[in-house]
């Protein structure tokens, strides 16, 4: 049987040079996306996991009703992403 299928986009914030004071330097992003099945059905409660072993980042998540999952506040790096 094969396992869920994740749609899943890293959207990472930069800071933009020129910024000026009263400007916000974003310091992170997210990492959203959609768990499916091999027929394209939305599989609700399954387990996300974002991590990285160096950082020791890890982040835990369930998808909602839709599929959908969203981790915020996302420091710019290299991540492994599970479900189950």
Avoid: H
Avoid at 11 to 35: C, D, H, R, W
């Amino acid at each position: 049987m094969a396992g869920p299928l994740l749609a899943a986009s890293l959207f990472a914030a930069a800071a933009a040079p020129g910024l000026t004071g009263g400007q916000g330097i974003a310091s992170g992003g997210s990492v959203q996306g959609t768990v499916a099945d091999p027929s394209g059905a939305a599989i609700p409660g399954a387990e996300v996991t974002l991590s990285n072993a160096i950082s020791g980042f890890n982040q835990e998540c369930k998808s909602d009703t839709g599929g959908s999952f969203r981790f915020g506040n996302v420091p710019a790096n290299e991540y492994v992403l599970k479900v189950s």
